[in-house]
């Protein structure tokens, strides 16, 4: 009997210390895994719109009057000041002109000066009745008409003299002149051939322009409170006053200089449903050129108490979004989310998520929905230089 007691006393023994070995071998087989809290803040929204560059002014240099070109007097693709010779046309025939016309205005000149003294010899001798009145009105009429006539052709000089100015073409502003279309020898000023030589462009700021949708618009003037149009007013929320818009180069970079938006479009365009907005932005580097493509980045809105997880947090499988969501009794749970799009390395989630709940960043690879583990909390730290 004894030895039937000892033996049931050394099974239960066995069994006690193979449960305790197996709850220790239980515990010791969970993983350490990293997780974060859900953050909640107010973050600005940014949209980003495609536009174009524009010299702050581009003004094409025009043949105005036709002829063979004699020569160009600039390096294209150099700077040009205000006033420089750029192009000359043959000016003979202009010259020929001028000259003809100063010669008709010497005429009209010299039958004005007959025309005055006819009136004056026939003045006296109307008033003593020595010739008739209907005399002394011809000779005013053709007095009159002389002074007509000398006008006329003075207009016409200053027309001539004008044509003959437009053979000397000069540059309008101080800017950068691109490339000639036309060369010495050419006729220019018609009709296929060169009207437009030239384009000189105020580079010194440069014009972006972009469109917004009807919908984009109405959410812009509504969340700065007023309409971005609005001119004369300090507001610090009217986006006019500020230098609140970022330049994407198409090589990806950040342009170093801010925009402001300077014009608004009168209406919305029946065919697109959008309206232009047109932006400046400094570049006294010179690094912008007119025909340049870049994307302009606008703060759109302020999400209120927005949840954010870093983007390490977030899986995508053919287009839906999920986070590992640790509960309080630390085990893993997948659970789809809504994303509201990225702000510099984290993700806005629109639904899904709570503020405090932990979720996994480090080893998604490691986890899986039902999995119990040891959280790991660590403090999220951005590695963007943004603000």
């Known amino acids: 009997m004894q030895k039937i007691k000892y033996a049931l006393f050394i099974i239960l023994l066995g069994k006690t210390m193979s449960c305790t070995d197996s709850g220790n071998k239980m515990e010791a087989s969970l993983q350490e895994i990293q997780v974060v809290k859900v953050i909640q803040r107010d973050v600005p929204i940014y949209k980003e719109f495609v536009g174009q560059i524009y010299g702050f002014q581009d003004i094409p240099i025009r043949a105005r009057v036709e002829g063979f070109l004699e020569g160009v007097h600039f390096d294209e693709g150099y700077p040009v000041k205000k006033g420089q010779l750029l192009y000359t046309i043959d000016s003979q025939p202009f010259a020929a002109a001028v000259a003809s016309m100063e010669s008709t205005v010497a005429e009209a000149q010299t039958y004005l000066v007959n025309a005055e003294n006819e009136l004056a010899r026939y003045k006296p001798l109307a008033e003593i009745n020595a010739v008739s009145k209907s005399d002394l009105d011809a000779a005013q009429a053709s007095r009159d008409a002389a002074i007509s006539s000398v006008e006329a052709a003075k207009a016409n000089l200053r027309m001539t003299q004008i044509n003959l100015s437009y053979t000397r073409i000069l540059s309008p502003i101080n800017g950068l002149i691109g490339k000639t279309e036309a060369r010495t020898g050419e006729f220019v000023g018609r009709e296929p051939n060169p009207v437009i030589l030239n384009v000189?462009?105020?580079?010194?700021?440069?014009?972006?322009?972009?469109?917004?949708?009807?919908?984009?618009?109405?959410?812009?003037?509504?969340?700065?409170?007023?309409?971005?149009?609005?001119?004369?007013?300090?507001?610090?929320?009217?986006?006019?006053?500020?230098?609140?818009?970022?330049?994407?180069?198409?090589?990806g970079t950040e342009y170093e200089e801010k925009g402001s938006v300077e014009f608004l479009g009168r209406e919305i365009d029946v065919n697109t449903g959008s309206i232009l907005v047109q932006a400046t932005f400094d570049n006294q580097k010179g690094l912008l050129r007119p025909g340049m493509f870049a994307k302009v980045r606008l703060e759109f809105e302020v999400a209120k108490g927005a949840i954010l997880v870093p983007q390490k947090c977030v899986t995508e499988l053919q287009g839906q979004y999920s986070v590992y969501v640790v509960g309080e009794d630390n085990i893993v749970k997948s659970r789809p989310v809504q994303t509201g799009g990225r702000i510099d390395d984290l993700w806005l989630i629109t639904e899904g998520l709570k503020e405090n709940e932990q979720v996994v960043i480090d080893g998604l690879q490691k986890v899986s929905t039902g999995m119990e583990i040891i959280p790991m909390l660590i403090e999220f730290q951005s590695q963007s230089t943004k603000n």
Request: aromatic share 8%.
């Open 200 to 251: 000189v462009s105020d580079i010194s700021k440069m014009r972006v322009e972009f469109f917004l949708t009807e919908a984009e618009y109405l959410i812009l003037a509504r969340e700065f409170n007023q309409p971005v149009a609005e001119k004369g007013t300090k507001d610090r929320k009217n986006p006019k006053n500020e230098n609140n818009l970022t330049l994407i180069l198409g090589d």
